[in-house]
């Protein structure tokens, strides 16, 4: 069983639209991390957060540490928003090593 | 600053052979990990390190070897390759201490094929 489990697995939204991407965990976690891997391959961070919400331009992550939920939100997608984004998780007492989910492929049509 | 440096970005290799990964930082970063990432699959840690000097396993270390002589550097060896060594690899790096967490930085990848 995969402690980071992320919904859904493939998304497509046109242009305009408002995504949200999921993320559950398992495990008592220190932080929260979103990352975007670009279709050549790279990954950078976009978020680490431990609680409440962080918003930078058109991207919202929220977290409820009671639920050990996560929600990374595009507001007004655009197709270089299409990326796999990767939710990934901090445990307690763990150094900064990271557990991953497998990804959410978005695709934004125009 | 260059970031995360890796090479090769790609390499094809027959079984048996081995080869070294390259991987540089020049944050002053004193952790630093190597990843594989395999289709459909969440990344997953091959081995890390705390400092130079100092590197312990991670969740799939089988096959593979590391060294850390100074900061800036963190190969990964490739004994006797095997097609599940098919994969890409990523080295990222973090300034983190024992009990603190970071974002990490990612090098661009190398993609590994074992024929």
């Known amino acids: 069983k995969n402690e980071v489990e992320q919904s859904p697995q493939n998304l497509t939204a046109q242009e305009g639209e408002f995504i949200t991407i999921n993320c559950s965990y398992s495990?008592?976690?220190?932080?929260l991390h979103w990352l975007q891997q670009h279709p050549g391959g790279g990954i950078v961070s976009l978020f680490m957060l431990s609680s409440g919400k962080k918003k930078h331009g058109r991207l919202i992550a929220t977290i409820n540490i009671q639920e050990k939920h996560s929600s990374l939100h595009i507001t007004a997608s655009h197709p270089r928003d299409s990326a796999v984004y990767i939710c990934a998780v901090t445990p307690h007492l763990a150094g900064n090593q990271f557990y991953f989910g497998t990804g959410t492929s978005l695709t934004v049509i125009p | 600053n260059a970031g995360v440096t890796q090479t090769p970005k790609f390499r094809i290799l027959k079984i048996g052979q081995s080869m070294t990964l390259q991987c540089a930082q020049d944050m002053n970063h004193n952790y630093m990990y190597w990843y594989r990432q395999d289709p459909g699959m969440g990344l997953k840690l091959i081995y890390y390190s705390v400092g130079a000097g100092i590197t312990d396993k991670g969740e799939v270390p089988n096959g593979y070897n590391v060294s850390r002589s100074t900061t800036e550097d963190f190969p990964l060896r490739l004994e006797l390759a095997a097609p599940s060594q098919t994969s890409v690899y990523f080295c990222?790096?973090?300034?983190?201490?024992?009990?603190?967490?970071?974002?990490?930085?990612f090098g661009p990848g190398t993609r590994l094929t074992v024929l």
């Open positions: 990222a790096s973090s300034y983190s201490g024992q009990y603190s967490t970071d974002t990490q930085y």
């Open positions: 495990v008592g976690i220190s932080a």
